[in-house]
Nanobody, 116 residues
Framework: QVQVVESGGGLVQAGGSLRLSCAAS????????WGWYRQAPGKQRELVAR????????DYVDSVKGRFTISRDSAKNILYLQMNNLKPDDTAVYYC?????????WGQGTQVTVSS
């Protein structure tokens, strides 16, 4: 079993920055993919960014490329999402998801609200 806890959300003005953190604990040795997803009101949950294969591969949704950066501190088992130049369209609940060969685990989510 793996436990996933996000933090770092909040209210920010357009153009501002936030950094989200995701701490994983438990049986984490088999985790091979770490990702951030988001869900805005009335919309489906979407992948924002993910990192896999020991950090050798990162993917971003087009709308955040150049503004968001995903990274992982492997020693601390913490995933980060640095979000710069935030826009009102980035407003959503952000979720961390970790994957292993045995399944995936979600965090409880953290709210990000960007005011115009």
């Amino acid at each position: 079993q793996v436990q996933v806890v996000e933090s770092g959300g909040g209210l920010v003005q357009a153009g501002g920055s936030l950094r989200l953190s995701c701490a994983a604990s438990g049986k984490i040795s088999s985790l091979n993919e770490w990702g951030w997803y988001r869900q805005a009101p009335g919309k489906q949950r979407e992948l924002v960014a993910r990192i896999k294969l020991g950090g050798r591969i990162t993917d971003y949704v087009d709308s955040v490329k150049g503004r968001f950066t995903i990274s992982r501190d492997s020693a601390k088992n913490i995933l980060y999402l640095q979000m710069n130049n935030l826009k009102p369209d980035d407003t959503a609940v952000y979720y961390c998801r970790v994957e292993s060969p045995f399944g995936g685990y979600w965090g409880q989510g953290t709210q990000v609200t960007v005011s115009s």
